[in-house]
């Protein structure tokens, strides 16, 4: 896996196209400041892949007592997912916003996956859909190549603000997700590549 700084504000880490946002600006999920509104706000779900769809039906006996009645209907009437306004495939949503499988944690009152709650209860085996845990990382196919940006969107405005105080990079906060989803390998050679860019002057100090 190559890196390969050429592409202006751009890396390229393998087949892995990397905007510079993602490595230069700060964040840190503030999660008693947002309440977990990424998975209540929007107008479509998180996007899945076919494989992502069959781990959601396989998990979803486990979970189906744990969603609200709007959601069991949706997930009755079109199944665990659709497909959204720009042609990809994500999950089903409710009134047009929530993601179905959002609850509220009674303990914070925060949103919360009820995916991701049985996963780490040990009662199912597949957490949530990587674009969940990658966000507000998205992915994008490129042809062969696939493109990760920084999706900017204001009810983060707080996970910046921390991110900013801890002096936390993007691709560090979300060092795990990124590893499930590319590898260790992968991730140390962006690690190469940023470390080599800075030296070099080539990356834009944090902001
Ligand atoms: S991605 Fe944004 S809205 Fe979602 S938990 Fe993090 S800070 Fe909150």
């Not at 076919?50 to 396989?58: I, K, M, N, R």
């Not at 991701?116 to 062969?144: N, Q, V």
């Amino acid at each position: 896996m190559a890196a390969n700084p050429s592409l202006g504000s751009m890396i390229v880490v393998g087949d892995v196209v990397v905007h510079s946002d993602i490595l230069t600006e700060f964040f840190c999920c503030n999660l008693s400041a947002c309440r977990g509104a990424c998975c209540v706000e929007g107008d479509a779900g998180a996007p899945v892949t076919l494989d992502e769809v069959a781990e959601l039906e396989e998990c979803l006996d486990v979970v189906w007592d744990e969603l609200n009645a709007q959601a069991q209907s949706v997930i009755d009437r079109q199944g665990v997912s659709y497909i959204d306004r720009e042609g990809d495939m994500v999950t089903s949503i409710v009134q047009g916003r929530d993601c179905a499988f959002a609850c509220t944690d009674l303990g914070s009152g925060c949103t919360m996956c009820v995916l991701e709650r049985a996963f780490r209860g040990g009662r199912t085996h597949w957490m949530k859909p990587i674009s969940c845990s990658l966000y507000p990382i998205r992915e994008k196919r490129l042809g062969d190549m696939v493109g990760l940006s920084y999706h900017r969107w204001d009810i983060c405005r707080d996970a910046v603000r921390l991110g900013r105080e801890k002096r936390l990079p993007l691709y560090q906060f979300l060092r795990e997700p990124l590893i499930a989803r590319f590898g260790k390998e992968w991730y140390a050679e962006l690690e190469t590549a940023v470390r080599e860019m800075r030296a070099q002057g080539l990356l834009p100090e944090a902001s």
